[in-house]
């Protein structure tokens, strides 16, 4: 213990003292650095170990403000979609115009009962006296169709339509009497006797003068009541006709034969 106390050797006192001194700082300088080593190095493992990479919170993301102008509405490339959906449009329309065309016209064939200016685009002929300035329709400027319905019901009555379309440029008058555009009926599959004709006995057997103007189209219709009738206003046959499949078939001076057909339904 003396000897740390008073140092012994041939240079002073001092010196040894100095010599002490600097060992004890390098010794507690040397202990400092192994301490933060050893901290810093385990604070580290500690947070690398103590859970997997990636399984951290992950960091909000704040959306930035709305912008207030206009979408974008073009699509790449510069096209316009309002030039697609126009032409959309507009073959849509034309398509859906053309079938509602053709559904008038297989509907005016089946709705012979029908108004001629709703269901054949035509209209009922305007009677004219048999004195009228308007002159006759020549067989070359009249057309002459039938129409009638597919499917009667108990009941209903038949009726026939007579579609006239003048094709020339001027005025014409058609007759549309019982005896001129004459009308009948047969069972089909008989044996083509007449079940009934507009000019066997006719309640008005006089003319029935109808305006067909320019290019336009008329129609006039003619009802059957079931009931058949006989040439020259014969006795008919009793009863009226029944449930069936018939033939209808319209004939004017100078007019091909128009035919039809359709059924009287059962009871």
């Not at 507690?28 to 500690?46: D, F, R």
């Not at 089946?110 to 006759?136: K, M």
Request: proline share 8%.
């Amino acid at each position: 213990m003396g000897s740390l106390r008073n140092p012994i050797g041939p240079l002073p006192s001092s010196i040894y003292w100095r010599r002490r001194a600097v060992a004890a700082m390098l010794i507690a300088l040397l202990a400092l650095l192994i301490a933060w080593v050893v901290t810093s190095g385990g604070g580290k493992g500690n947070m690398d170990d103590s859970r997997p990479n990636g399984s951290g919170p992950a960091h909000s993301i704040t959306p930035g403000p709305a912008s207030s102008g206009p979408a974008i509405s073009q699509q790449p490339g510069g096209r316009d979609d309002s030039d697609d959906s126009g032409a959309g449009g507009g073959s849509g329309s034309g398509a859906d115009a053309g079938s509602d065309g053709t559904a008038d016209g297989g509907s005016g064939t089946d709705a012979g009962s029908g108004s001629g200016s709703a269901s054949g685009g035509g209209s009922e002929g305007q009677q004219v006296p048999a004195g009228s300035s308007i002159p006759d329709c020549t067989s070359s400027a009249l057309q002459l169709t039938l129409r009638t319905k597919l499917n009667y019901s108990p009941g209903e009555n038949p009726k026939f339509e007579l579609i006239a379309k003048n094709t020339s440029s001027s005025a014409c008058k058609a007759d549309f009497g019982p005896k001129s555009a004459v009308v009948t009926v047969t069972e089909a599959g008989g044996d083509d006797d007449e079940v009934w004709s507009s000019k066997d006995c006719p309640r008005n057997a006089g003319s029935v003068l109808l305006e067909v103007p320019a290019g336009a189209t008329i129609v006039h219709t003619v009802e059957w009541d079931r009931k058949k009738s006989a040439p020259k206003c014969a006795t008919p046959p009793a009863g009226a006709a029944g449930a069936g499949t018939y033939l209808v078939e319209a004939k004017s001076p100078g007019e091909p034969v128009q035919r039809a057909s359709f059924v009287l339904a059962k009871d």
